[in-house]
């Protein structure tokens, strides 16, 4: 196959990839470490093998931590597992139903919001903060996995256009 097109095809997976680290419909990161495979296994370059590597464990990282971190910055405001539940649906009707961009935050909020008022319909403060808690976590993964991606996407540019 032909160096540029597999270097075209990186770079296409690697930004989908980025793209997907706030769209939750894309495997983020999966996408950007099979661009990054793609690159050093499919072309002539002499990008370290160390680079895969360590990107291999921030993605492992990164995979443990979308679960860690929202979770615990749920709990931190005082969230319950009826909000962890209803974020989860949320986002998905968020997903599917609230159709403009960023829909599946507007669900999840609201998920997080209503599952939080189900435990204890006379707690709306408690249940606003566990939506904050809930947004704090999305920003902390997100802005770590956006990070992780552009660095991949920034390594392979390098290898490809110096």
Do not use: Q
């Not at 270097?7 to 930004?15: C, E, K, P, S, T």
């Not at 680290?21 to 999966?30: A, E, H, Q």
């Not at 921030?58 to 962890?84: D, E, F, H, Q």
């Not at 989860?88 to 209503?114: A, E, Q, S």
């Amino acid at each position: 196959m032909d160096s540029v097109f597999i270097d075209i095809i990186a770079l296409v997976l690697l930004f989908v990839g980025m793209l997907g680290t706030f769209l939750p419909v894309l495997p983020g990161l999966l996408l950007s470490i099979c661009g990054l495979l793609i690159f050093k296994f499919g072309t002539e370059n002499n990008m370290p093998m160390l680079y895969v590597w360590i990107f291999v464990f921030l993605t492992l990282v990164s995979t443990v931590l979308n679960y860690v971190i929202p979770a615990k910055t749920n709990k931190k405001y005082g969230g319950t597992r009826y909000g962890s539940i209803g974020s989860f649906v949320g986002t998905l009707l968020g997903l599917f139903f609230i159709p403009i961009p960023l829909g599946f935050l507007i669900g999840m909020l609201l998920g997080v919001f209503v599952g939080e008022l189900l435990h204890d319909i006379n707690d709306r403060k408690k249940a606003f903060n566990s939506m904050k808690g809930a947004f704090i976590g999305f920003v902390y993964g997100t802005g770590f996995n956006l990070m992780v991606g552009l660095a991949m996407f920034l390594v392979v540019g390098y290898y490809i256009f110096f």
